[in-house]
């Protein structure tokens, strides 16, 4: 009898006592070997995945995409065995059937009509809307395998199969041609109302592990926090000069593109010096001050807005902060961000600009004391030495903590990024 090798929801950190499952990057019956990714786990911090504790076949999955489930919870089984020939060959124990192939031959060359199915091939012509006919099946035993599909679709046998057949050409009349009378017969009027009943149908979703974080998380915030925002206006025309004139001699020295985000937050951490309390903390009734900046990045991800920590900004380069961010970025949007890259952090920059948001008001993620809200580039005129010019503008907010940040405080925070990034010398002769 084969060994059977179960997989469990492993511990993905301190206080988690329960995760959602995302989507089964393998299915049931699929060969896997060890340490191949699984699921994607999520937790109330962050999205993992859960690799194959042993080489053989996939089965007994006992949770599905959405459901919850407990550390330490069976969820599938590995049925151990030697690697088959082909990768997507199927388990000859594991009681799972292919489903066959249509019987009409199939449309590609450089193989036949697959005798049956395996499921990875299957997964991969439901989501392109295909026939197992249309593919020419190469596995033993005229098997069509996932790496059958992938050469169709490679190959643009997707678009062919898909195009409909032309319509034969019209016959010519065997007298006259007939006479054009120079007028064109008017198309039939098509109607852009909706035909039959309205669709008032409902869809019920649980909120995911890091939304329902997100959401009490804000409504924290929003609770126990007095929140106000203050704004001001930088003149984006001297970085974006500077940018442009170094870039190519950054991207080639460095290897990464120079951003706006590394200035800002080189700009965030003069200010934060300036300013302490902005970087500072309420713990029940005393004030934590921070000799150090870990700035907060947020950023869109697979499965929603994340926030990863910069740590010790203060003691990074340009290309370092340009390097970290983009590493954090290709993670996030693969749902590889690990739960200690989001703990922790004392201050956020948020970049709503790249969604086009002229303006907002960002809410502080607790227990921090503050955020800084960028947003989009805009051309507009402005008065320069008495003068009308048009400059490319952008608007900033604060949002603070009114408990432990005052108005001037916040003030001179925002003025100090301001004069940093418009002045951007100031950041080398630290003025």
């Known amino acids: 009898m084969s060994e059977i090798v179960d997989v469990e929801v492993p511990t993905v950190g301190e206080s988690i006592t329960e995760v959602q499952l995302g989507a089964w990057i393998k299915s049931e019956g699929e060969w896997v070997d060890s340490g191949e990714d699984l699921v994607e786990i999520e937790t109330e911090k962050a999205s993992v995945q859960l690799p194959a504790p042993a ?54 060359s450089g193989g036949s009509a ?20 249309d593919v020419p099946a190469s596995g033993p035993g005229g098997r069509l395998l996932k790496e059958d599909v992938q050469r169709f679709l490679e190959s643009g046998g997707a678009k062919q199969a898909s195009k409909p057949a032309e319509a034969p050409p019209a016959k010519k009349s065997a007298g006259k041609p007939a006479a054009s009378t120079g007028v064109t017969a008017p198309s039939k009027p098509t109607s852009t109302l909706m035909t039959g009943a309205p669709d008032r149908s409902e869809e019920v979703k649980p909120l995911s592990m890091l939304r329902r974080t997100i959401a009490s998380r804000l409504v924290s915030a929003q609770q126990t926090a007095a929140l106000l925002t203050t704004f001001n206006e930088i003149d984006m025309q001297p970085v974006m000069s500077l940018r442009k ?113 002229l303006l907002s008001t960002p809410i502080v993620n607790p227990p921090q004391s503050g955020i800084l809200g960028l947003h989009s580039i805009q051309d507009r005129p402005v008065a320069i030495d008495g003068k009308v010019e048009i400059r490319p503008m952008m608007y900033v907010a604060l949002t603070y903590d009114h408990r432990i940040v005052d108005g001037r405080e916040a003030v001179g925070f925002l003025r100090t990024i301001k004069e940093v990034i418009e002045d951007p010398a100031r950041l080398f002769l630290e003025l």
């Open 55 to 108: 080489a053989g076949f996939l089965e007994g999955i006992t949770k599905q995409e959405g459901d919850f489930a407990e550390i330490g919870e069976l969820i599938a089984k590995i049925r151990v065995a030697p690697k088959p020939d082909s990768d997507a060959s199927a388990s000859p124990d594991s009681g799972s059937t292919a489903a066959p192939a249509d019987s009409a031959g199939g449309s590609g």
């Open 114 to 133: 697959a005798s049956f199915v395996m499921p990875a091939a299957q997964r991969l012509l439901d989501e392109n809307g295909l026939s197992a006919s």
């Open 245 to 357: 004139k170094y870039k190519d001699a950054f991207l080639e020295k460095h290897g990464v593109k120079l951003g706006f985000m590394s200035f800002f937050a080189k700009a965030s951490v003069e200010a934060l010096r300036r300013f302490p309390a902005v970087n500072a903390e309420i713990r029940d009734d005393s004030a934590i001050y921070r000799n150090y900046q870990d700035l907060g990045i947020a950023m869109g991800g697979g499965k929603g807005l994340v926030v990863p920590i910069v740590r010790n900004t203060e003691r990074l380069s340009f290309a370092e902060i340009e390097w970290t961010i983009a590493d954090f970025a290709k993670q996030a949007v693969e749902n590889r961000l690990q739960a200690e890259d989001l703990i922790g952090g004392t201050f956020t920059i948020s970049n709503g600009g790249i969604y086009g948001s």
